[in-house]
C-alpha cells in the first residue's frame, strides 16, 4: 500500500496520456467505420478526423515529455491550483468515458424517441429554408425529406394525388392514427444525433398496423393520396407493395 501510495503521483500524469490517445483512437475507429454518420453531419466528419490526430499527437508528445523526466531527472515542480476534485479525477472520467465508447457502439434513433419528439410531416423553418414549388426530382425518386421538403414549400395534398412513391424508413404506430395506418419516418440531422427530428408521412395499409412492428425498416411503393385525420386533410401513402428491408447503413437525412 505504501508503495502505490509512492507510484501513484509517477502515474498520475500517464492519465492524460491515455485518456488524450483513448479519445483519439475512438473519434479514429468511428470515422474509418462509418458510425461517425450515426452521431454527426457528414459535415463535420473531416473536422473529427482531424481532432482524432491531434489528440494521438498531442498523447505522443506528452509521453515523450513524461519519458524526458524520468530519464534525465528533471522535475517541473508541482503544480499549484486550487481545485474541488482529486488529481487524475477529470483524466481518469474522460478515459472512462473513451473506453465505454469502444465497448457500447452508436444506437440508432427510433420510434420511441420519435414520439417523445414529435413527427412532422414539414421542415423547421428555422433549420432549413422553404425551396421553390416545383422539384425537379421525379416522384418516384424523391426520399422521404425530398417530399417534406415539397410539402414545406407547397403543402395542399391534392396536388400530389396520384404520383409515384417509392420510400424507405421506419414504422412508427401512432396512436393519433387508426390501425389501418402506420408512418414511415427518418431523422434528419441538422448537427448531431441531439438535434435530430423525425419526419414521417402517413401509409394506409391493406392490413392492420400490426402485421408491421415499430421500429422495422420498410421500403414502401404506392401512390399518394389525400386523407383527414381530425378535420384536417393531410397527405397519405396509399401502399400497393411494402417489403421489409435491412436497417440501411445510413439511416438518417442530412
Not at 25 to 35: D, E, M, P, R, W
Not at 229 to 238: E, K, T
Request: with cysteine.
Amino acid at each position: 500500500m505504501i508503495r502505490l501510495k509512492r507510484l501513484y503521483p509517477q502515474l498520475l500524469p500517464w492519465l492524460d496520456v491515455l485518456a488524450l490517445f483513448q479519445w483519439g483512437a475512438l473519434l479514429l475507429k468511428f470515422y474509418v467505420s462509418g458510425q461517425l454518420q450515426l452521431l454527426i453531419h457528414p459535415n463535420y466528419n473531416l473536422l473529427v478526423l482531424a481532432a482524432g490526430a491531434v489528440f494521438l499527437v498531442l498523447s505522443s508528445l506528452r509521453a515523450k515529455h513524461l519519458i524526458y523526466r524520468r530519464r534525465t531527472g528533471v522535475n517541473d515542480g508541482p503544480l499549484q491550483h486550487v481545485t474541488l476534485f482529486p488529481p487524475g479525477l477529470g483524466a481518469g472520467l474522460l478515459l472512462g468515458a473513451a473506453v465505454l465508447g469502444f465497448v457500447i457502439p452508436p444506437a440508432i434513433l427510433a420510434s420511441d424517441t420519435a414520439l417523445q419528439r414529435g413527427v412532422n410531416e414539414s421542415l423547421p423553418y428555422t433549420r432549413m429554408e422553404a425551396q421553390s414549388f416545383y422539384n425537379p426530382i421525379p416522384p418516384e425518386e424523391r426520399s422521404l425529406l425530398d417530399w417534406v421538403r415539397t410539402l414545406n414549400a407547397y403543402p395542399e395534398p391534392d396536388a400530389y394525388r396520384d404520383q409515384g412513391v417509392d420510400l424507405k424508413g421506419f414504422v412508427i404506430h401512432s396512436p393519433t392514427l387508426p390501425s389501418n395506418y402506420l408512418l414511415i419516418s427518418r431523422f434528419v440531422i441538422s448537427c448531431c444525433a441531439v438535434d435530430a427530428y423525425p419526419i414521417g408521412l402517413p401509409v394506409q395499409l391493406k392490413t392492420d398496423r400490426e402485421e408491421y412492428p415499430q421500429d422495422t425498416w420498410l421500403q414502401v411503393q404506392g401512390r399518394m393520396a389525400t386523407g383527414e385525420f381530425d378535420n384536417r386533410r393531410q397527405l397519405v401513402i396509399v401502399a400497393e407493395e411494402i417489403e421489409t428491408i435491412p436497417t440501411p447503413r445510413d439511416p438518417y437525412e442530412f
